[in-house]
């Protein structure tokens, strides 16, 4: 290759050109993304036939779910039409739902109901104010001290034929959702019984999860193992036989159930030196971002982020005529190696909004693609988009629509920060503080 085809090579990798999105149907979304992501993904999974990406299917699904019986349903496993969970998390991880609107949804359910529902926000409202104070200190053991990188004496082989960790697994593959026990067992059996390290778990999930947030992934994973809290969370077959009946009865390892008794790990001490910031802070440290639009000049372009793409994205919104930026960002998605079902989801909540806004799509890196161009923005409260922001030029800057205000409190557990918050509204009774 001649230095000038290589430059320009290299030209058309930093600032390509916009690629139309594909029409809304699936075929289209898959020919799309097979095509504008290869290399970048870490499998060739089919899409989720469960979960479909995009505003229409977010407020379907937040208009069929039913809070009556969330308190005593919200653990059970099995039978799968049985489960209380909500299944939402997929749309609120991408702001096609926010959590003021889902809190809002939920408000003439039972009393008791509403009110463990309402705590699970909370605790998705907590994993973010924390993460945007910490950032990427949450990918070490917060407070105490437990491995985070190593193999796991509980990989495919050791948990071979076990129903449970198997149908798990496979469901986690094929759907790219799997529910809250259901997390905390895989989760309690790569780390506390196969002593492999969490952040190496976190990325498994991470790559799998439709609702994968650096924020509620890692605080999952240091609460199961003991790092946030100091307390150990043990899966054992006793679980199973509760929350999933019939699962044992049929499972090839019955007789030889690896997880018969306790895992046997000492609950981890203190961390020498705990995450930074997670005590008080002075309030520009606390990562809330802008109260008020930080008005720089007149915007040409949205840009989203997968942080935000409803339609009630502020910048979105108070920018209807503008065209709207979306850029997938070779090198992260590179580094990250998504299941291509968790791409797909994405790309068909795009194609739904090419459907109403013009849109442009890039594969690059966001500054070499979006220099020069004044852009509207909500702030993301994550260490990636403020990476990515300074190296932009953002003219109207929206605030991110939380659901309580972030303070400048105490932080390091979810009880700690729940005595500073202000809550929406009345909650009804109060819940055990229980993840
Ligand atoms: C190891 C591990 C990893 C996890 N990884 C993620 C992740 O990457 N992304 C993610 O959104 N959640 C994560 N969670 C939290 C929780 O498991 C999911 O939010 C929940 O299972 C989503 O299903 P749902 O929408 O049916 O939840 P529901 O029970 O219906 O709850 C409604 C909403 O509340 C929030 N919520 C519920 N439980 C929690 C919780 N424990 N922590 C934070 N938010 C919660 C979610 O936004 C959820 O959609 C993880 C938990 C564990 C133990």
Same mark, same amino acid.
Do not use: Y
């Given at each position: 290759m001649t230095d000038a085809l290589a430059a320009e090579e290299r030209r058309s990798l930093a600032s390509p050109e916009a690629i139309q999105a594909p029409g809304r149907d699936r075929a289209s979304v898959l020919r799309w993304v097979d095509r504008h992501?290869?290399?970048?993904?870490?499998d060739d999974a089919p899409a989720s036939p469960r979960f479909r990406g995009g505003q229409s299917a977010a407020d379907e699904a937040l208009r069929g779910?039913?809070?009556?019986g969330y308190a005593s349903r919200?653990?059970?496993? &099995?039978p799968v039409d049985a489960?209380?969970?909500?299944?939402?998390s997929p749309w609120i991880r991408h702001g096609w739902l926010s959590l003021p609107r889902v809190w809002a949804a939920v &408000?003439?359910?039972?009393p008791r109901d509403v009110a463990k529902f309402r705590s699970e926000l909370l605790w998705q409202e907590y994993a973010r104010h924390l993460y945007a104070r910490i950032g990427t200190a949450?990918?070490?053991?917060?407070r105490f001290g437990v491995a985070e990188r190593g193999p796991s004496r509980m990989g495919a082989q050791a948990s071979s034929g076990m129903a449970c960790v198997e149908r798990l697994r496979e469901e986690l593959r094929r759907d790219g959702w799997i529910p809250n026990a259901a997390r905390m067992w895989l989760a309690s059996h790569w780390s506390?019984?196969?002593?492999?390290?969490w952040r190496d778990g976190e990325d498994r999930f991470f790559q799998q999860l439709?609702?994968?947030?650096r924020a509620a992934n890692r605080l999952g994973w240091q609460w199961t193992v003991g790092a946030?809290?100091?307390r150990l969370y043990a899966f054992e077959r006793g679980q199973v036989e509760r929350q999933a009946p019939g699962w044992c009865e049929g499972?090839?390892?019955?007789?030889?159930?690896?997880? &018969?008794?306790?895992?046997?790990a000492q609950a981890p001490v203190h961390a020498s030196t705990p995450a930074p910031g997670l005590g008080r802070v002075a309030e520009a440290n606390?990562?809330?971002?802008? %109260?008020a639009v930080v008005d720089r000049g007149e915007p040409e372009a949205v840009w989203l982020t997968a942080e935000s793409l409803g339609d009630a994205d502020p910048a979105l919104e108070a920018h209807p005529a503008l065209p709207v930026v979306f850029v997938f960002d070779r090198a992260r998605l590179a580094r990250w190696k998504l299941s291509r079902k968790r791409l797909v989801f994405l790309v068909e909540g795009l194609a739904e909004l090419a459907e109403r806004r013009s849109l442009e799509l890039y594969v690059g890196d966001p500054a070499a693609v979006l220099a020069n161009r004044r852009l509207a923005a909500t702030h993301a409260p994550v260490p990636g988009w403020r990476d990515a922001s300074r190296r932009l030029s953002i003219a109207h800057e929206h605030p991110w629509p939380w659901l309580v205000a972030p303070h %400048?409190?105490?932080?390091?557990?979810f009880s700690a920060w729940r005595k500073g918050i202000t809550l929406?509204?009345?909650?009804?009774p109060q819940q055990a503080l229980r993840f």
């Open positions: 992501l290869t290399g970048l993904m870490g779910f039913d809070v009556a919200r653990n059970v496993v &099995e489960r209380g969970a909500s299944g939402l &408000e003439d359910g039972p949450s990918a070490r053991s917060m506390v019984r196969g002593q492999g390290g439709l609702d994968g947030s946030q809290t100091g499972c090839a390892r019955a007789r030889d159930c690896p997880i &018969e008794g306790p895992p046997g606390n990562g809330s971002g802008p %109260e %400048e409190g105490p932080i390091g557990s929406p509204d009345a909650a009804g």
